[in-house]
């Protein structure tokens, strides 16, 4: 997404996400990513629910705000609530609100968070971490589009629209008993995913010089050998990691760039672990047979096509059937 244009070429949505304290731009220059910014586009103009998956750190609160942002309810409130963050009994009174002398310490009435988002977007992020009996008032919510407050028999109606996200397989949740059915299905009627962003190379840099530009530092850019720090780094704390060792390096930098030995201890003994790897590989190449190269470049192109033996047979330049039968030797 081009940061100096008011809508996406490739989206086709303004991709400028607002905070309470600043806005951001969603970086996509990766394909897989600018595919999920072309789904949420989609999604955007629903008002049906949307279920977020995705490791930690992936954005997907960003997504969130990108959906409503750019549908019917983007001057209508956002309201995001972590529900791992809440012991069961205080979700229940953030979600639904509670009367006067519902509970000890309750000496007047308060709007949930479910009120305040009448007209606009509940994001209710680790969706899957929910207590079973929360689940269950929140699909009564759901069906009815009535909520009762805590300790009242009187119910309000609501118009909303929820969003949610988990890191966790909500499908697999239910098989273990974990996570109702029924509010399964009434959830995941639109569904994306975040990927990890050692899946999106492309967007490492863009988003590490957007980090950059944020921070109020003389340094403007990242020396090569920072750069080639990031690039080949893992980041298994995703983009919230990527942000936080922007930040370091910018605490630390003294001129115009960022240098390698600014950036954090981590990524610096990558560097050296990824060096020692690639002459280590390097010798054992000298002396693969021509079965063991035609193996792995076999395996790194059907990883490369996630498994689909058509598109690997076509990339490969073999028979279908071929490939089905070098495969099974392989297994």
């Not at 509940?122 to 929360?134: K, S, T, V």
């Amino acid at each position: 997404m081009e940061q100096n244009k008011p809508t996406c070429d490739v989206c086709g949505m303004a991709p400028v996400v607002s905070r309470w304290t600043k806005s951001a731009f969603v970086v996509s220059m990766s394909p897989v990513m600018q595919e999920v910014c072309k789904r949420a586009a989609r999604f955007a103009v629903s008002l049906a629910p949307v279920v977020i998956y995705g490791e930690t750190g992936t954005g997907k609160e960003v997504i969130a705000r990108l959906i409503h942002q750019n549908s019917r309810r983007a001057n209508q409130p956002f309201v995001a609530i972590n529900v791992a963050a809440l012991p069961t009994e205080l979700l229940e009174s953030e979600l639904f609100g509670h009367g006067k002398g519902a509970f000890t310490g309750a000496a007047s009435s308060r709007r949930g968070l479910m009120e305040e988002a009448a007209s606009g977007t509940l994001f209710l992020d680790e969706i899957g971490e929910m207590a079973l009996p929360i689940q269950a008032k929140l699909l009564r919510a759901l069906q009815d589009g009535e909520i009762r407050r805590v300790g009242e028999n009187q119910t309000f109606a609501v118009d909303l629209r929820i969003v949610c996200a988990t890191h966790r397989d909500l499908a697999e949740l239910v098989r273990e008993g974990k996570f109702r059915q029924d509010l399964y299905f009434r959830l995941k009627v639109l569904t994306l995913t975040m990927p990890p962003l050692r899946d999106r190379k492309e967007d490492v840099l863009p988003l590490a010089r957007t980090f950059l530009a944020e921070e109020a530092v003389v340094a403007q850019d990242f020396s090569n050998e920072a750069q080639q720090q990031l690039q080949n780094y893992a980041w298994p704390g995703n983009v919230r990691e990527l942000q936080n060792a922007v930040r370091h390096g910018a605490a630390l930098a003294t001129g115009l760039w960022i240098e390698a030995r600014d950036l954090p201890e981590e990524l610096r003994q990558n560097q050296n672990r990824f060096r020692a790897e690639e002459l280590s590989a390097t010798d054992q190449q000298e002396t693969w047979t021509l079965a063991e190269m035609e193996r792995r470049h076999i395996l790194r192109v059907m990883d490369l096509c996630q498994g689909n033996q058509a598109m690997a047979a076509d990339k490969l330049g073999i028979a279908r059937n071929t490939l089905w039968r070098k495969l099974r030797l392989y297994s």
